[in-house]
């Protein structure tokens, strides 16, 4: 969006910290009409900056009286997974805990999910995804966390951040802030993390391998989701997590974490993983009335998350063949192109058996594809309502169906048609 140049007391209004994208609506998404513009621009200028600012002091109060805790999450993947997580075993003990709705931009989530708790409130687990450069100011502006959670970087949104730097200065934003009695829960096991670990004066408490709290012995089954030894201080006890994919091992262990810190066992932290409400759209198995398997992971599209969803898919496939719905990955700017040839590649590797990309981005990702796997195994569709037609010949074969995408592709449309 273009930059354009705000009076002090509009600035001040909206509140101080919040990105140009959040104050004005690009020319092609403004409604039609007077009263749509009104009602849009209404909402943005007046309800929305009056709804912050006694959220913000509202929090204050609550920290201030009642001693309620903030948990802030934010990463490049995984972070409803590790919220839902964290909010799962925090409820253990009987506590009062409010974290953000699910599918809502954080800008708005923010303000609406502090305005839920009341004094007997103890935890608030806050997702703070960032899309645009400033976001993360905005959300520490209006809910300073006591705790950060860094589930990981990758390049995410790259459009408007421009490369991995900008990601990197945006995130970690959350922990830098920080003071000696706040703390910072990070993932070891990523290189831009353990960098920016050492630039904030938190307690930084690390995850993964190395970690402060680690996953030992773990054991992927298709059906029984994942089997490991978690690992705090010295202490062990298995845990049982009910879904699929070595990258929910990672956000477990970020809320084993969090949880740690607030001084929760190990008795309770296992209960807490093993019973969580797993987010729609995230790797979940779904038998097909055809005794296809279907791994639905249609929710969201980057590089990392592809790459885990893809290797995931062929550590439980068995003698199943591979048949892969991949949508095209957005908001990647001018790196666009890079990735999506390079997931071509890494598909081509992996041996996929059948191959469907969907949107405009995809069809170099096929086009790379096809080098390496046969041409008569791999499609291209334009639009997400193409896509049956092509998978149909595919169905009823006892074959493993990954869907992976976004949800602005609509390849959880896909899934509802395979499940009607």
């Known amino acids: 969006m273009e930059r354009t140049k705000i009076s002090r007391i509009v600035r001040w209004w909206v509140t101080p910290e919040l990105p140009i994208e959040h104050i004005f609506i690009p020319k092609k998404k403004r409604p039609e009409g007077v009263y749509n513009i009104f009602r849009v621009y209404g909402r943005k200028w007046f309800i929305h900056p009056i709804k912050r600012r006694i959220s913000k002091y509202y929090l204050v109060f609550l920290k201030k009286l009642f001693g309620l805790k903030v948990i802030g999450v934010t990463g490049s993947a995984g972070k409803t997974t590790t919220k839902e997580m964290v909010v799962s075993i925090l409820t253990q003990k009987g506590n009062q805990v409010i974290s953000s709705y699910k599918n809502i931009d954080p800008v708005y989530n923010i303000p609406a999910t502090i305005l839920k708790c009341r004094p007997s409130t103890k935890y608030l687990v806050l997702e703070m995804g960032v899309e645009y450069p400033g976001e993360m100011d905005f959300y520490l502006w209006l809910a300073k966390p006591n705790i950060g959670v860094i589930t990981n970087i990758y390049p995410t949104h790259t459009q408007f951040f421009g490369n991995e730097d900008g990601i990197v200065r945006e995130k970690t934003k959350l922990i830098h802030g920080f003071d000696k009695n706040e703390i910072g829960v990070l993932n070891k096991e990523n290189k831009l993390l353990r960098a920016a670990g050492s630039k904030t004066k938190a307690k ?33 006890t298995n845990i049982y997590l009910p879904i699929i994919g070595r990258q929910f091992v990672q956000n477990s262990l970020a809320a084993a974490a969090v949880a740690y810190t607030l001084g929760f066992s190990l008795k309770e932290i296992k209960k807490g993983l093993e019973n969580f409400s797993k987010p729609e759209h995230r790797m979940n198995i779904i038998k097909l009335k055809n005794k296809d398997l279907l791994i639905d992971d249609s929710y969201n599209n980057n ?13 439980v496939a068995g003698n199943r063949k591979k048949v892969v719905v991949f949508g095209d990955m957005l908001e990647l700017g001018k790196e666009e192109k890079k990735f999506h040839l390079e ?78």
């Open 204 to 236: 930084i408490l690390w995850y993964g391998k190395k970690g402060d709290v680690q996953a030992q012995n773990v054991v992927m089954n298709i059906h029984k989701g994942i089997k490991y030894t978690l690992l705090i201080d010295r202490n062990k």
């Open 303 to 315: 590089p990392q998350a592809a790459k885990e969803a893809l290797l995931t898919l062929k550590a």
């Open 343 to 420: 997931l071509g590649r890494f598909i081509s590797n992996l041996k996929i058996d059948y191959l469907i990309g969907v949107g405009k981005l995809s069809k170099q990702l096929v086009k790379e594809a096809q080098k390496g796997l046969k041409k008569s195994h791999v499609f291209w569709v334009e639009k997400n309502d193409e896509v049956l037609d092509k998978l149909k010949p595919f169905l009823g074969r006892d074959n493993i169906i990954l869907i992976k995408g976004s949800r602005s592709i609509g390849l959880d449309l896909v899934v509802d048609q395979l499940l009607s």
